[in-house]
């Protein structure tokens, strides 16, 4: 983020040799600024939501290696939520938005379509991605359960693992319907912001 701030006063400098140019540099830097602000409040955000499932992982390993007898289906449960859940955050870090000076070395129809792209996929992520990795929790998840519970009544075992389908549902619902928010609070403004500049680049020509 520190690059984007020294393209912005770079940019800045610039102003008294381009004065015609002066009111898209003035409105590029301004959407720079609020793309970096953007792009850090979401690293701090991947930082701790990794934490998290990092967190998750380690407690779930450590509790099922200690508090129950690790047979073949809880292996197996253990293996898909954590392949499920890698892939998952290879995705979203892979996705996050980092935006750089490079990305806006040409501060035209180039650089709105980069950081629209950014911004799209961004989102994608979780219409796409997210809803996929839910499936395969719930299937670990399951897996993991099957077995611990094989000595348990049947009503019993099947009650506990629609429960537990069911919550992971329903908090994968509440999480979507909060990104959602998000987005459409913080990224869509971004995204009108930069096709408004882009038509007016367009009709300056």
Do not use: C
């Not at 939501?49 to 809880?74: A, N």
């Not at 519970?149 to 909060?178: E, K, N, P, W, Y």
């Amino acid at each position: 983020m520190n690059n984007i701030t020294e393209f912005q006063n770079m940019w800045q400098s610039q102003q008294e040799v381009v004065p015609e140019r002066f009111s898209d540099v003035e409105k590029t830097i301004t959407i720079l600024d609020k793309l970096a602000k953007t792009g850090k409040k979401h690293l701090r955000i991947n930082i701790l939501k990794t934490s998290l499932v990092l967190f998750f992982l380690s407690q779930m390993i450590y509790f099922l290696d200690k508090m129950v007898e690790t047979g073949p289906f809880t292996l197996a449960g253990m293996l898909v939520i954590i392949l499920s859940l890698t892939g998952f955050m290879f995705l979203y870090w892979k996705k996050q938005l980092n935006f750089k000076a490079s990305d806006f070395i040409n501060p035209g129809p180039e650089m709105i379509r980069i950081a629209i792209t950014k911004l799209s996929g961004h989102k994608k992520l979780f219409t796409r991605w997210f809803p996929v990795l839910i499936p395969f929790m719930i299937a670990g998840i399951n897996l993991i359960y099957f077995e611990i519970l094989s000595q348990s009544d049947f009503t019993f075992r099947i009650t506990i693992h629609a429960l537990v389908s069911g919550f992971i549902a329903l908090a994968a619902g509440v999480g979507l319907r909060v990104r959602f928010w998000r987005i459409k609070r913080e990224n869509d403004p971004l995204i009108n912001d930069l096709l408004k500049l882009k038509k007016e680049m367009s009709d300056e020509k």
